[in-house]
């Protein structure tokens, strides 16, 4: 069993940049692919992006495509989203969870969740 925490939301304004952390432990990261979800007030879940095992292939949504990048870092068993030119759109809760097996955008195909970080972009 693998657990996960993420870290580094907040409050930024619009064009402004955050970089989510999503920190495991139990089981290294490098097993299973990683996803980011997001969930804003009285929406789903959503996918926002994902990263092989390996780290060269990665998945985003349409919505982040060009702004978002996400990334691992072995040494440190943990994997980055690095999010640029934020809009206020953006703002949600964000989820890192894992999956075995290949990539999949959707959340019900990933097992372990983490318990999500508050990101909120001001106009």
């Known amino acids: 069993q693998v657990q996960l925490v993420e870290s580094g939301g907040g409050l930024v304004q619009a064009r402004g940049s955050l970089r989510l952390s999503c920190a495991a432990s139990?089981?290294?990261?490098?097993?299973?692919?990683v996803g980011w979800f997001r969930q804003a007030p009285g929406k789903e879940r959503e996918f926002v992006a994902a990263?092989?095992?390996?780290?060269?292939?990665?998945y985003y949504a349409d919505s982040v495509k060009g702004r978002f990048t996400i990334s691992r870092d072995y040494a440190n068993n943990t994997v980055y989203l690095q999010m640029s030119s934020l809009k206020p759109e953006d703002t949600a809760v964000y989820y890192c969870?894992?999956?075995?097996?290949?990539?999949?955008?959707?959340?019900?195909?990933?097992?372990?969740w983490g318990q999500g970080t508050q990101v909120t972009v001001s106009s």
């Open positions: 969870a894992v999956k075995n097996g290949l990539y999949s955008a959707s959340m019900v195909e990933y097992t372990y």
């Open positions: 139990g089981r290294t990261l490098s097993s299973y692919i």
């Open positions: 990263i092989s095992r390996s780290g060269i292939s990665t």
